[in-house]
């Protein structure tokens, strides 16, 4: 998706180990986004960034942990990987100002992992 | 808690036809709701964005209506085409929360 990159695209671990991924936008929005989509579930909120070091939970922050050190870059990291963290993860953004625009948010291309 | 519900149903209609989905939530009152088109293997993609005031929408084949008092909205694709085949989610404002999205197939 234009703007947006999400990697690694495919990763398989082994539980118990730290996992990183990566979410990289050029839009320069303030807003980011990191969701797990499960059959079942839908689309989860699990953390998001409104800046640079600003975060909050969302939810399902559970084992999870996010860093956004540049505007362009959020982190999301599993400090310990569990069979039950095995999905897709999307990473999204969006230019909310706190105006209702015509605009939704961008989504990556997102990254299957699979805890084994 | 927030619940939206969406058919999980997948809905099968002719092409030509006009396809609509549901979406029903509770315990919420969002200042505006959005749907979203799905493909396999692909994130997300913004269709449409319906503010609380707003009645209806329209973009191309698209329309959706948005109903604060029964607490659903309903997403038509007027004259359907093959190419219309895919999972359509809504979510509410404002930190997007989604339904499990319906799955449309628009056959010839």
């Known amino acids: 998706d234009a703007g947006i990159t999400q990697s690694p695209r495919h990763k398989v671990t082994e539980t118990g180990t730290p996992v990183t991924l990566r979410c990289h936008q050029t839009?320069?929005?303030?807003?980011m986004y990191w969701y797990r989509q499960d059959p079942g579930h839908g689309l989860r909120l699990i953390h998001y960034s409104y800046g640079v070091k600003d975060t909050d939970k969302g939810e399902v922050s559970d084992g999870y942990s996010v860093s956004r050190s540049k505007t362009e870059d959020f982190l999301l990291t599993l400090e310990s990987a569990t069979s039950s963290q095995t999905s897709v993860y999307f990473c999204a953004i969006s230019e909310w100002t706190g105006i209702i625009t015509n605009y939704g948010y961008t989504f990556g291309s997102g990254t299957r992992l699979t805890v084994v | 808690s927030q619940k939206i519900e969406q058919n999980s149903e997948a809905l099968n209609i002719q092409e030509g036809k006009t396809a609509t989905l549901t979406c029903n939530y509770t315990?919420?009152?969002?200042?505006?709701l959005q749907w979203y088109r799905q493909d396999p293997g692909r994130g997300p993609v913004f269709l449409l964005l319906?503010?609380?005031?707003?009645k209806e929408k329209r973009k191309e084949r698209l329309k959706v209506t948005f109903d604060t008092t029964l607490k659903q909205s309903l997403f038509h694709i007027t004259a359907s085409q093959p190419a219309d085949s895919a999972t359509y989610l809504c979510?509410?404002?404002?930190?997007?929360?989604f339904g499990t999205g319906t799955r449309l197939q628009v056959f010839p």
């Open positions: 319906i503010r609380e005031n707003e």
């Open positions: 979510a509410l404002s404002d930190k997007l929360i």
């Open positions: 315990n919420y009152s969002p200042a505006y």
């Open positions: 839009e320069n929005h303030r807003y």
